[in-house]
Structures are given as structure tokens and as C-alpha cells.
């Protein structure tokens, strides 16, 4: 499985925009790149996803290197119901499963 | 709302006592997921169906089995827990098994073993 490396943890400030990086070097051609939170004592929900073009939803957006070896997930005005372990996963061809890494804990500061 | 559903959120057992979690979604979708998360560590899939079709991980104890008796059900059993068992167990859904598909999760049930 393709592997990605995400910071284990960062700060925001509410109401500002959050960039939250995710390094994938080995994404093959296939692989889709998922995004999904969890917050405190739920269980995780889907954030956006893309392939090759930068994406944009209700949420967030994901904006996705040329190479496609890293992209971002960003929220536009963070707010503290966004305080959550944000996961970067890829998969793609006949693998269709999550395989969560350790994610990037975002703490919003009111 | 459709969603998936999950009962008990809190399970209390007995180490060496089996239990058994239960999850139900009305999506109607055709693969549902069981994953288990330990404190501080991220969910790890245990085994999943499509349709009836039963998957498990490699790396999934023989302890944990499951079983899916109609589309909208379906439940992980724990023969014999142990101490190492106690985590939230969380079931998830997804529409068909590409990859492309948004897995949808219940809230959990956190288990824990006395």
C-alpha cells in the first residue's frame, strides 16, 4: 500500500484558514487520495476525496500537486467543531480499503 | 436520516465472556466494515462483507468473528475477550467495494473488559 506521511499534530486559530499537509511520494497512478476526519469520541467521516484535479466541496478543499506525490487539505475558516485527527489515505485499483496512518491532530484555538 | 447505527455506544464484559456488537444501516449499501481502534491509535480493519461475502484480514485474531444475516445487519462477535480487546469497535458502510467509494461510519462501541 502506498504510504502517507501527514504531521502529527497542528494549531489553528478559529476563523482562519488551516492547510493541512499530506506527503504520498509512492502514490501510484490509480490511487485515490481520501480524506477523513474524526473527532473526539466519534467514529471518522469522509471529508473530500480527489485523483489529479484540485476538488472542492461543502467542507473543504483538496488541492493536489502536479506529481501528485503531496497535497493538501484545506479549511477555509476553522471553526472549534473542527478540532479533529485529520487522516490522508490513499487507495486505488482492486484495493478498495482504508488504511488509516496516524493522521495530524488539529487543535482550534477560539 | 439514513445512517449507520451502532448498539450499544458503552459495552461492558467479562474478560473470557463473549460478546457480541451490533451495527445496522439504512443506506442499503452492499459492503459493511468492522474496524477496531485502541486509545490513541488509529481504526484498523478487522474484516469486512460484501454482500455475504466474508473478508478478513490477515492479521485478525481468530477471537473475532462476524456475521451479516441480511443487508441492513450486522454483528461482530468476541469469543473469549481478553484485557487486549478493549477499544471502540467502529462498523462502517460503503455503497459497492471500489475505491473510489466514501465509507460511512457509526458513532462506535467502546468495549470494555473487566
Known amino acids: 500500500d502506498a504510504k502517507t506521511t501527514q504531521p502529527n499534530s497542528m494549531e489553528s486559530n478559529e476563523e482562519e484558514p488551516v492547510h493541512l499537509p499530506c506527503n504520498h511520494s509512492t502514490i501510484s497512478g490509480t490511487d485515490y487520495i481520501h480524506w477523513y476526519r474524526q473527532l473526539p469520541s466519534q467514529g471518522p467521516e469522509y471529508v473530500i476525496h480527489g485523483l489529479t484535479s484540485n476538488v472542492n466541496n461543502r467542507m473543504a478543499s483538496l488541492a493536489i500537486a502536479e506529481d501528485r506525490k503531496s497535497s493538501t487539505l484545506i479549511l477555509h475558516r476553522a471553526t472549534l467543531r473542527d478540532a479533529a485527527v485529520y487522516y490522508c489515505i490513499l487507495n486505488g485499483g482492486s484495493n478498495y480499503k482504508l488504511t488509516f496512518g496516524k493522521g495530524t491532530l488539529l487543535t482550534v484555538n477560539p | 436520516d439514513a445512517m449507520v447505527i451502532q448498539n450499544p455506544r458503552y459495552q461492558v464484559t467479562q474478560f473470557g465472556k463473549p460478546v457480541t456488537l451490533s451495527c445496522s444501516q439504512t443506506l442499503n449499501h452492499n459492503v459493511m466494515y468492522w474496524y477496531q481502534q485502541k486509545s490513541s491509535q488509529a481504526p484498523k480493519l478487522l474484516f469486512h462483507?460484501?454482500?455475504?461475502?466474508?473478508?478478513n484480514e490477515a492479521d485478525t485474531p481468530d477471537n473475532f468473528q462476524s456475521r451479516r444475516p441480511n443487508t441492513s445487519f450486522c454483528f461482530l462477535d468476541i469469543r473469549s475477550p481478553g484485557l487486549g480487546d478493549a477499544a471502540m469497535y467502529l462498523c462502517a458502510t460503503s455503497r459497492v467495494a471500489r475505491a473510489i467509494e466514501t465509507q460511512y461510519f457509526g458513532p462506535g462501541t467502546r468495549l470494555l473488559v473487566l
Open positions: 462483507y460484501y454482500d455475504k461475502d466474508f473478508n
